[in-house]
């Protein structure tokens, strides 16, 4: 009999989405070998919703036009079964064919003048309406009738939310209005119409009923079985809390590959963004085999396997567990097979060990994931915390995100250091809970806007957190400036490191701040002057205005007035880097618990238990790290862990888990030391006291 803690043992998946002409040509025994060869313990396998890939009998759910008398899906559920694999179902609800648009225009999504929306890929199909019958009744239909016919254990939604934009139909229009009291806002993100806000709550209740009415439908079937909604850019912070914990026995976050300048380690950061929300829950990362160009969409095409092979195992190393897709059951380059299988294979084999070691670390990066759907065009674009990211991973300092949601004191318990990169949007409880964690002893560095608006996007006539930081505000946000410095001023560990220089380069947008007579100010802004005519380039003035400002107490404060984070992620310039990174490493006050010296760029997981450590180092070193796809790995040079020995602890026995041999270490000052002489795209060094 199968249990309803089948998602705890399904921890790596095939997905297989198919093409409307596969059941002409699909070749069963190639993926049922690819489910073997790479471990796979379970399979997502398109089923209905836009086509049905099965013999259904529900009017207006069109079947494959070459599917004839066959039935594909039932017979690669089938091959998962023989295969002992878990077998989740997938439905795709965004779009219908003409005929059912034809029959039930109130299904389809609408402009504000009420005109139904065609689909912007493929003609004569149209999008559909979230807030619908379609939705409700329709796909919930289509679930029941795949969950009564076949053996599966979840129904698996894409696009579930239908239209992305903000949908004029009636039903929506009138649910609104009902509900609010507002009509449906002209555009998104208007911080301006007070209808956005009541919007944005408002489509976070309908669509987590959505969910609830389907897992229902699945769940009354087989009691074991759960519908589980695709999470990619619509989060699981958008549906309502107690829904999630009810009903959402593990998250699938659709990010399946980088594009554009995006550092690897963003495979990584899904599985933290989604521990930072519900530290309780699995969570997999969907990789693609083929290139992610959201602009160019080559979708039945092939990325380099080191890019496939690297994007998967930094998932994992952060604890997202693998997820693979093919688009299009015909594989006409199988170039991806082997990255796949050898990733798989790798997490199959390091599985033990890390499922067993929850992840732990004492900084905390805050997750701004809320507060943006206030902010005009900020919703998915945080450039504040990728460089306070990016920052981190580079001065290699271990640590994890916390999501806005849940500032709160048992959260913050943990961590000796919380980092708010442009924390812009904190209600009073979020400031108290962060006054009280820096009055306790807890470390805290802050930039640019945080605390400066309330929870709801109102701005404040100084920080919420003006006496934790030391500081107030004297003139808001100036900018963007040009050719602006920050000048050394006194010694300081914040100010360390930068080799004799006088200055470096500061911010493009500006707060000017009054120091506290209780703070130190190891840098000061540069007044401007001009850049052109180049004989014109020099200073006319004193360094004079705060551009950092630290404050010693029970715990330690570091507060940057100008957009640190985000200048640093544009530019890449080292200066910025080294200043975040000596701001949290005086703020944490000791060296951190686990640390990696060597050359090179690496993603650090470190995993705890009473009984040992294990340090996961992710190889990121390569020419194609910041752009385009990975080519090859290249070894990483010799790198020293070093794990501090908790109290009464005088040893440790180290194994190297990935290359499955022990490794001799050596104690100095109540520090665990292993060496690696070198490694290639990941190691996991893994410690077990030796108690006295």
């Known amino acids: 009999m199968r249990t309803s803690d089948w998602p705890r043992t399904a921890t790596r998946w095939t997905q297989l989405t198919l093409a409307e002409d596969d059941p002409a040509h699909l070749d069963v025994d190639f993926w049922t070998e690819v489910m073997r060869d790479s471990r796979s313990n379970a399979a997502c396998i398109s089923a209905g919703g836009y086509i049905a890939y099965y013999p259904t009998r529900i009017p207006f759910h069109h079947r494959s036009s070459f599917m004839g008398d066959t039935d594909p899906f039932g017979a690669l559920v089938e091959a998962a079964r023989g295969l002992g694999m878990h077998v989740m179902a997938r439905v795709d609800p965004h779009a219908v064919h003409a005929d059912a648009a034809r ?181 997999g990362l969907i990789a693609s085999v083929g290139p992610e160009h959201h602009q160019h969409r080559w979708k039945d095409s092939v990325a380099p396997p080191e890019e496939v092979r690297t994007w998967i195992v930094d998932g994992f190393a952060q604890g997202a567990f693998p997820w693979f897709t093919k688009f299009n059951a015909t594989v006409s380059d199988p170039r991806w097979v082997p990255a796949v299988v050898e990733a798989f294979d790798l997490h199959a084999r390091l599985e033990p060990v890390l499922s067993a070691l929850p992840i732990t670390a004492e900084v905390a990066l805050l997750d701004p994931g809320r507060a943006g759907k206030l902010v005009p065009g900020a919703a998915h674009s945080f450039p504040d915390e990728d460089g306070f990211y990016q920052a981190l991973v580079e001065a290699r300092i271990p640590f994890e995100l916390l999501a806005d949601q849940m500032l709160t004191a048992e959260r913050l318990r943990p961590y000796k250091v919380l980092v708010l990169a442009n924390a812009e949007h904190l209600g009073e409880a979020q400031c108290q809970a962060v006054r009280e964690y820096v009055a306790a002893g807890g470390g805290l560095v802050a930039a640019y806007q945080s605390s400066l608006y309330d929870e709801h996007g109102e701005p404040r006539a100084n920080f919420g957190l003006a006496d934790v930081f030391g500081v107030d505000l004297l003139e808001p946000v100036r900018g963007p400036v040009k050719n602006n410095y920050i000048a050394l001023t006194g010694e300081h560990p914040v100010n360390a490191g930068f080799g004799g220089a006088e200055r470096i380069i500061g911010g493009t947008r500006l707060l000017k701040v009054a120091a506290g007579e209780d703070t130190r100010v190891p840098f000061r802004f540069v007044p401007d002057f001009p850049d052109l005519p180049m004989e014109e380039l020099y200073a006319r003035q004193a360094p004079d205005a705060p551009a950092v400002i630290t404050r010693e107490g029970p715990g330690r404060v570091v507060y940057f007035p100008f957009d640190l984070g985000a200048v640093f992620w544009e530019t890449l310039q080292a200066d910025h880097g080294r200043l975040i990174a000596n701001a949290v490493r005086w703020a944490l006050g000791a060296e951190p618990a686990a640390t990696v010296r060597g050359p090179g760029l690496a993603d650090l997981a470190v995993r705890r238990d009473e009984r040992g450590v294990a340090v996961t180092v992710v190889n990121l070193t390569n020419p194609m790290t910041m752009r385009g796809a990975i080519r090859e790995t290249i070894p990483l040079p010799p790198q020293t862990v070093t794990v501090a020995l908790p109290p009464g602890v005088e040893g440790a026995a180290a194994r190297l888990l990935v290359a499955d041999a022990d490794a001799p270490v050596v104690v100095r000052d109540g520090r665990a030391e292993v060496e690696l002489a070198g490694m290639g795209l990941v190691e996991v060094v893994h410690l077990i006291w030796e108690q006295r």
């Open 103 to 283: 029959a039930h225009p109130e299904w389809l999504a609408c402009d504000p003048q009420g005109a139904p929306i065609e689909h912007w890929s493929y003609p004569d199909i149209w999008l559909t309406c979230a807030f619908t019958g379609y939705h409700r009744e329709f796909i919930t239909e289509v679930t029941r009738e795949i969950v009564r016919e076949y053996d599966v254990d979840a129904v698996f939604a894409n696009r579930w939310e239908g239209y992305g934009g903000i949908s004029h139909s009636e039903e929506a229009q009138r649910s609104f209005r009902d509900e609010t009291g507002f009509e449906l806002p002209e555009r998104e993100q208007d911080p301006s119409d007070p209808a956005w806000p009541a919007y944005v709550a408002w489509r976070r209740r309908k669509l987590s009923e959505l969910v609830a009415i389907w897992d229902a439908a699945v769940t009354d079937l087989r009691p074991h079985a759960r519908f589980i909604p695709n999470l990619g850019a619509f989060a699981a912070r958008d549906l309502e809390p107690e829904l999630v914990r009810r009903v959402y026995p593990l998250f699938v976050v659709d990010k399946q590959g980088r594009s554009g300048i995006e550092a690897p380690w963003v495979a990584g950061r899904v599985a933290k963004r989604s521990r930072g929300l519900f530290p309780d829950r699995p969570i």
